[in-house]
């Protein structure tokens, strides 16, 4: 198969997770025959310091003329300390998203047994936590019109969705959950907000026609706390754009770092791939950065396209990593491996898995592991 894949690095540790994930399906390409090429556009703060945009045109047109694109990370603290900046790097990344027309965010939540203790979570409360958060993208807050008075003293964010746009991820949430464990669970807030209600209207009306899946509706507020008391309750979460983005961040540290969950953003067009944490800046260029993420979010891009034994193979040499703790500082505060090292190790057993070859790497997690 040959596949065009636009790498977009960004900012902070974006390049160097990115191109452990490129590491990665070279490997799958030397392994299986197939033919991948990678071209590079800026994107965020490194985009706005060389061209004055946060999403230049150069970038949009690559996107639009590839396969997928692959994502690093995104904003710098120089723009997250200055509130009066009139250009953001994550105005890129918003307008990404409506240039590509991806309407879903697809974030899989499962927990590696073998990092049980590193979660912040007694293991008793976390395991069997394997559940799928499904983002709305393109409306509400983040997407409605964003104004400041003359004066600088009054702000407003407009919140607004359509009918359409909620029953458009509803049925794939649904479609979903009737592969897994045949519930979803809807968040909102339809006590206080317009929105919400309407969420409600429309998603209870959508799940009379999958009567298979169980559907439950709860506050925002609840779901935060229910996260932590009991995440194993959880099998498809729909929440529109504001609440997916808080209620994703607070489950990608529960495996025990942030930088293991991958994510895709779909819709009727071109797909998006990215890790789902954000730049970290105070480990730019110091090989500590954690590529596990970046690399399992090019191993949902090969199953989107229905590589699915290829995406297997990167799972596969994930988890050989995670036994045999080769793994950053994030995981191991003793680790004596690099963003590189990690790697270099998974993709070397992507094209050979026969572990006489890794000898000189540390065998100490020995427990069975899954993935996402």
């Given at each position: 198969m040959n596949i065009n894949i636009a790498l977009l690095p960004g900012d902070g540790i974006g390049p160097e997770v990115i191109a452990q994930a490129v590491k990665c399906l070279k490997a799958?390409?030397?392994?299986?025959?197939?033919q991948f090429s990678f071209t590079t556009e800026l994107i965020g703060g490194a985009a706005?310091?060389?061209?004055k945009k946060a999403l230049p045109e150069k970038t949009i047109k690559l996107c639009l003329e590839s396969d997928a694109v692959l994502f690093g990370a995104i904003g710098l603290p120089e723009y997250d300390n200055n509130p009066d900046a009139k250009i953001r790097p994550e105005n890129g990344l918003f307008e990404l998203r409506k240039a590509l027309g991806v309407f879903t965010n697809i974030r899989p939540v499962a927990v590696f047994p073998t990092l049980l203790k590193k979660s912040p979570l007694k293991e008793a409360v976390l395991k069997g936590t394997d559940f799928v958060i499904y983002r709305e993208l393109t409306g509400g807050i983040y997407g409605g019109e964003h104004s400041l008075s003359d004066d600088g003293t009054e702000a407003t964010d407009i919140a607004s969705y359509t009918e359409s746009e909620i029953s458009r991820?509803?049925?794939l949430a649904f479609k979903a959950a009737k592969k897994r464990g045949?519930?979803?669970t809807l968040i909102d807030k339809s006590n206080v907000l317009e929105t919400s209600r309407l969420w409600r209207r429309v998603v209870k009306r959508i799940s009379e026609s999958y009567p298979e899946v169980a559907l439950e509706c709860i506050y925002l507020h609840n779901a935060i706390m229910q996260m932590i008391l009991n995440p194993s309750r959880f099998d498809v979460i729909l929440?529109?754009?504001l609440f997916g983005d808080i209620i994703s961040d607070q489950a990608s540290v529960i495996g025990g770092s942030i930088g293991l969950l991958p994510s895709a953003s779909i819709g009727d067009g071109i797909a998006m791939f990215e890790p789902i944490h954000g730049s970290y800046p105070q480990a730019t260029g110091k090989d500590i950065a954690n590529?596990?993420?970046?690399?399992?979010?090019?191993?949902?891009?090969l199953q989107h396209f229905g590589l699915e034994e290829e995406s297997r193979a990167v799972v596969s040499a994930v988890n050989k990593s995670?036994?045999?703790?080769?793994?950053?500082?994030?995981?191991?505060?003793k680790s004596k491996y690099g963003t590189n090292d990690v790697g270099d190790f998974i993709a070397n057993n992507i094209v050979d898995t026969d572990d006489s070859l890794n000898m000189n790497y540390e065998n100490i997690g020995l427990g069975k592991s899954t993935i996402i």
């Open positions: 799958v390409e030397e392994t299986f025959g197939h706005i310091l060389e061209t991820i509803t049925h045949k519930k979803i929440a529109p754009n590529p596990i993420a970046a690399i399992l979010s090019a191993a949902m891009l995670l036994k045999k703790n080769i793994v950053t500082p994030d995981i191991n505060s």
